[in-house]
């Protein structure tokens, strides 16, 4: 069975002036899925998520929400969305469970009970009764996750919601909106230039650069993908495997604490070896290490700064 985006954009267009800041964006995001939003500093992405939140217009282009056309439907397409673009705003004399009364008086046919609900699904039972300017800036933001969620939206959809966060709390956040898409059925839709936190938190992941979608992966291919691996050689004596490194491969070795590293094809590891090996250099160990999504993400975009 074919599964139906909760979110579709096509050839999604923002112009300022003569400039195009957006430009011909293309997105699927499927229920159950929490997709990443990543590009360098002023790439486009804020400009993206504020288009579909409603919060500035859409020059070019579609965008329709559990198939409703945002662009004709507004009102009726964005009660499915949940969002937190700009800091939630808060009554810091309140509790959290009064500020969230408020929130859910606004919206239309949800039983009360739901606040219990998302009081638990961003695990602020405890503090719930607390006034919220006694919460720390994490739990500030699980209750703006909190009241974005009170209406039951079929797409979340958060612009750098671990900002400002501490290790600690944005953990917290990762793991509320990884057990939010599934215990929801939620799609949620994040951007972050925290390319660490994205690699451990999203299923997908689209890279966006000059306003326009590069390249849209499921994020372990974004990550394997790439000719080729950083590889770290621990072999003594060191600077005598360095040289003969250096002679075989024009540079592109690095010294450090564990080994050298270097970058390699697959098939050259054991080639590399016997050569060390022939030259009397004792290879303890050749690893490939890991690479991370911030390799990736600089090797795809020239290494522009992230943002
Ligand atoms: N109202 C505006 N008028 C003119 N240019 C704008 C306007 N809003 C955004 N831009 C420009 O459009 C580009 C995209 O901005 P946007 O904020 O969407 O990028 P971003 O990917 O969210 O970047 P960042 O990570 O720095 O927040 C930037 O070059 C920005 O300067």
């Known amino acids: 069975m074919k599964r139906e985006p ?28 929490v997709f990443g939003f990543l590009g360098p500093n002023g790439a486009g992405k804020t400009t993206t998520i504020r288009m579909l939140v ?50 859910w008086r606004m919206c239309k046919k949800v039983p009360k009970s739901r606040i219990d609900e998302v009081t638990r699904l961003v695990g602020l039972e405890k503090a719930i009764h607390n006034k919220v300017k006694t919460y720390s800036l994490g739990m500030r933001q699980r209750l703006g996750l909190a009241q974005a969620l009170l209406h039951s939206p079929s797409l979340l959809i958060l612009d750098e919601p671990t900002n400002g966060l501490d290790p600690a709390g944005i953990r917290e956040i990762r793991e509320y909106l990884r057990r939010l898409a599934q215990e929801e059925n939620l799609a949620v ?55 003969v490194l250096e002679q075989l491969l024009e540079g592109g070795i690095r010294k450090e604490a564990d080994g050298l590293l270097l970058d390699l094809e697959r098939d050259q590891i054991p080639f ?36």
């Open 6 to 33: 909760v979110l579709r954009v096509r050839r999604l267009t923002k112009q300022i002036g003569k400039k195009k800041i957006v430009e011909g964006v293309d997105l699927d995001i499927y229920p159950g899925e």
């Open 272 to 307: 590399i070896n016997a050569h060390l090996v022939s030259e009397g250099i004792r290879v303890y160990s050749i690893r490939t290490v890991n690479r991370t999504l911030e390799d990736r993400f600089l090797e795809m975009t020239g290494g522009d700064t992230i943002g």
């Open 189 to 243: 839709m994040v951007s972050s230039h925290l390319l660490s936190e994205m690699e451990l938190m999203c299923d997908r992941i689209g890279v966006i650069q000059n306003g326009q979608v590069i390249e849209v992966k499921d994020m372990r291919d974004f990550v394997d993908e790439g000719a080729t691996r950083n590889v770290v050689i621990d072999a003594q004596p060191v600077a005598e495997a360095q040289r």
């Open 54 to 103: 409603g919060l500035t217009k859409i020059s070019e282009g579609d965008v329709s929400i559990c198939g409703i056309n945002l662009k004709k439907n507004f009102e009726e397409a964005i009660t499915h969305v949940g969002g937190i673009v700009e800091n939630p705003e808060m009554y810091k004399f309140l509790t959290g469970y009064q500020n969230l009364v408020h929130f």
